[in-house]
């Protein structure tokens, strides 16, 4: 008789029965995550094993292992990629070097509650929480947390005095729209006595000058060069500054105001500059209109020799603008070397001929309809031409003639009543040393009125950058052997002009 098998084999049936449901239900359970929820199985609510609270990510050589926290960081997560790759290892060593010789000069502790600013990745902050410094958090426009929340450097999302110590690397102050809002929130949400650490490219005394003039709130404490860790930026200069107590902040404007006794010093960073300027010409041109139109070609631009990337703002003033084409749009706009930065620019032109042209507002010009002058007062205008040239249509700008507030006498030019302005006291109320400020000046003569006026109000010293244009008895480009009469200089009292100005440490180029 067969032995009975029955219930031994019914069992297993159950068992495998049970043991398929079960896949079944991991199967269902897995497809509504990829599918439905577009989730990875690392989510604990619908997969039976979820990952580890904490995910250790160790970067060999940089001491203790920071811990980024699953919920940030998943293994499908292509960050993960990132904080494992060469580049990321690369910068984090870099930083941790870095914060770790701070550590030892006494300006970061492990206890220092401290910031990053605009830190796309968040290697700074990672470096930081490596070295021990665990209170750390990096802000940057789209946020990556745990290491970065979202916040920009000139709005930082903190209150005032909140930090003991601020970095910002990757020469990230360098390339800012708005340096000088970026400094200046360093430097609020910065504690009294605090450090803050600054990376940059630009390596000119101009430029640190510059950068020193935004961080007016606080002291210098140390300047070191050192490479960089990648292509990008090879060379890194390391700037600390300590927050000051008491220090108030005057928005960088150092002039004093007032009509008199006001005369400045330009500081010793802008004279280097005039003596790598190109060389005066020395004497008089027998034909102005070709020599001093070619001298042009041969000025060396004050941002081709340095960086002018820490200034509050940027300015051009074009006095004696006449049309829009005339200087503004066809050299300034197209010729000007402005390093990528938006200039606000200021027409000055009193001849009401040229006034419609900067109506339009695609021109982004601010026009001052008066003249320049030494006092607000109530001038005569006249509009004259040199012998030989020909009246034209007043549609015609080339032809018209040049506005002058002195007219020459028994000219038969054109006259009217104009108003002048104190040009030095407008310029005090508009710019401050802070501001990086380019001008060209060609007013007919009167810059042997303008040129003094600013030296006695201070007021050359908020000017980077002048163009000028010297007018003089020169020769006639009409009629040979005979010089103008309508200016009362000659050309030895213009050289004499460019000379002071740059004798005082004022970068001057001769314009035509």
Not at 124 to 134: D, Q, R, S, T
Not at 440 to 451: A, H, Q
């Amino acid at each position: 008789m067969e032995p009975a098998t029955g219930k031994p084999s019914l069992f297993r049936n159950i068992l495998a029965r049970a043991l398929l449901f079960g896949v079944f239900i991991l199967v269902i359970r897995f497809a509504y995550v990829v599918t439905i929820t577009g989730e990875s199985c690392n989510r604990g609510d619908f997969c039976f094993f979820s990952m580890p609270q904490s995910l250790n990510f160790v970067i060999p050589g940089a001491g203790v292992s920071a811990i980024v926290g699953n919920d940030a960081v998943s293994r499908s997560d292509p960050r993960r990629e990132l904080y494992t790759s060469k580049e990321w290892i690369r910068a984090v060593h870099f930083y941790s070097s870095v914060f770790q010789d701070l550590i030892s000069d006494g300006y970061l502790s492990p206890h220092s509650k401290s910031l990053c600013v605009e830190t796309p990745f968040g290697q700074e902050v990672f470096a930081l929480k490596e070295i021990g410094v665990e209170d750390s958090i990096g802000i940057f426009k789209k946020a990556a947390k745990p290491l970065v929340i979202k916040g920009e450097g000139h709005q930082i999302p903190f209150d005032d005095n909140t930090f003991d110590f601020i970095f910002t690397g990757g020469g990230r102050l360098d390339v800012s729209a708005r340096p000088s809002d970026f400094a200046s929130e360093i430097a609020r949400t910065l504690k009294p006595e605090g450090f803050a650490v600054v990376h940059i490219t630009a390596n000119d005394t101009y430029s640190m000058n510059s950068l020193l003039d935004l961080f007016n709130s606080c002291k210098l404490v140390k300047l070191l060069d050192m490479e960089g860790f990648d292509s990008s930026m090879p060379f890194v200069r390391e700037i600390v500054f300590r927050k000051e107590t008491g220090v108030l902040n005057h928005g960088g404007k150092r002039i004093p105001d007032g009509n008199s006794g006001n005369k400045c010093s330009v500081p010793g960073h802008k004279r280097e500059l005039v003596e790598k300027a190109e060389p005066l010409i020395e004497e008089e041109p027998l034909k102005p209109w070709i020599t001093l139109k070619r001298n042009i070609n041969n000025v060396k631009y004050l941002p081709s020799m340095v960086d002018i990337s820490f200034k509050r703002r940027y300015v051009y003033v074009d006095v004696g603008a006449r049309s829009y084409g005339s200087s503004i749009g066809s050299w300034f706009r197209k010729q000007y070397p402005k390093q990528n930065k938006t200039f606000h620019v200021y027409a000055i032109e009193a001849d009401k001929h040229f006034h419609q042209q900067y109506d339009l507002k695609k021109k982004k010009v601010t026009l001052l309809p008066y003249a320049a002058w030494v006092r607000n007062e109530t001038l005569r205008f006249e509009i004259n031409r040199d012998p030989g040239q020909e009246e034209v249509s007043e549609l015609k700008d080339k032809g018209r003639g040049m506005g002058r507030i002195q007219p020459v006498k028994s000219s038969g030019g054109e006259v009217d009543e104009i108003q002048g302005f104190d040009f030095a006291e407008w310029l005090k109320n508009t710019v401050t040393e802070t501001d990086f400020v380019v001008m060209k000046m060609d007013v007919e003569g009167t810059e042997f009125d303008l040129i003094p006026r600013l030296f006695e109000t201070g007021a050359i010293c908020l000017i980077d950058e002048i163009f000028l244009e010297c007018h003089y008895n020169r020769w006639q480009r009409c009629c040979p052997g005979q010089r103008s009469t309508k200016y009362e200089k000659n050309y030895g009292q213009c050289l004499q002009l460019f000379t002071s100005l740059r004798d005082s440490g004022v970068l001057v180029h001769q314009w035509w």
